[in-house]
């Protein structure tokens, strides 16, 4: 059974950092893409973060480049999602999510990824 867990998401304040971790099990997750992707209130899903299987490829959402920085580490089966300089906009819970494809090139799309964690809650206060 695959599964993707989040942890790492909290209530801050505007201007402060979290990182977001996701650890995955049931599947060899060192070989595929890995995703983050957000959802607020009453919007749809999406993209954040995406880092191909290496860690070396790595691509953002202009709303959060510069800001944000996605990293992996295989041995342990976890990417990470670092997020400084927190906006109120950047509220939402927050997915991680593998990619269909093994070895792929990094992708943006929501259809491109087969599974899904539960999500964590990230609340930013102005």
């Known amino acids: 059974q695959v599964q993707l867990i989040e942890s790492g998401g909290g209530l801050v304040q505007a201007g402060d950092s979290l990182r977001l971790s996701c650890v995955g099990s049931?599947?060899?997750?060192?070989?595929?893409?890995m995703g983050w992707f957000r959802q607020a209130p009453g919007k749809e899903r999406m993209f954040v973060a995406v880092i191909d299987w290496s860690g070396r490829t790595a691509y953002y959402a202009d709303s959060v480049s510069g800001r944000f920085t996605i990293s992996r580490d295989n041995a342990k089966n976890t990417v990470y999602l670092q997020m400084n300089g927190l906006k109120p906009e950047d509220t939402g819970v927050y997915y991680c999510?593998?990619?269909?494809?093994?070895?792929?090139?990094?992708?943006?799309?929501?259809?491109?990824?087969?599974?899904w964690g539960q999500g964590t809650q990230v609340t930013v206060s102005s």
């Open positions: 049931g599947r060899t997750f060192s070989r595929y893409p």
């Open positions: 999510a593998s990619d269909r494809l093994p070895m792929g090139v990094p992708r943006r799309s929501i259809s491109s990824f087969e599974h």
